[in-house]
């Protein structure tokens, strides 16, 4: 016989806002990233515990920019389950030829007014983090050369009770 079990939590008396206490972190500093080539590097959630981050893409192009409204750079997030290993697909380390799986995408960032001259700010919001160390891997996408100046930023943040 199965027995069923119910929580009840009465939340009248909790108030629950937002703590934005870590400082954005540079995840990947660019160099040249040219077309379907991708570029990883890692963040460690393990002490901080942050639930979400917004995430920006920093980016200008080299020779042509692609047309306001194309899909320039996939984001996807490969954790470690057993705090060592993770995911293969183009991480710098096993399977850097591949591509990361699909289910590990995170988001697309989109242009809105792509440049030659100047960066555009992209960002992705409500990121979910896990809570260890991980490596996030962007893939250019844009049919163009990004531009050594580009860099993605991640902005932390997580629940908080007072």
């Given at each position: ?85 993770f ?29 030659t ?43 908080q009770s007072?």
């Open positions: 016989m199965k027995k069923l079990f119910a929580l009840v939590f009465d939340l009248s008396y909790v108030e629950i806002k937002w703590l934005d206490d870590t400082a954005v972190q540079t995840i990947i500093s660019g160099s040249t990233l040219t077309n379907n080539n991708r570029e990883a590097a890692a963040y460690n959630n393990s002490t901080e515990l942050d639930m979400y981050a917004d995430f920006e893409l920093f980016v200008k192009f080299d020779t042509t920019a692609p047309s306001a409204g194309d899909r320039v750079a996939e984001l996807f997030i490969l954790p470690t389950v057993d705090g060592t290993n995911p293969e697909g183009g991480d710098g380390t096993v399977g850097d030829d591949l591509d990361p799986q699909q289910v590990l995408k995170i988001g697309v960032f989109e242009s809105r007014d792509p440049s001259s100047t960066e555009e700010r992209i960002v992705l919001s409500g990121i979910p983090l896990p809570p260890r160390d991980a490596r996030y891997v962007i893939k250019n996408i844009s049919g163009q050369t990004m531009n050594a100046s580009w860099t993605l930023k991640a902005k932390p943040y997580k629940l007072v």
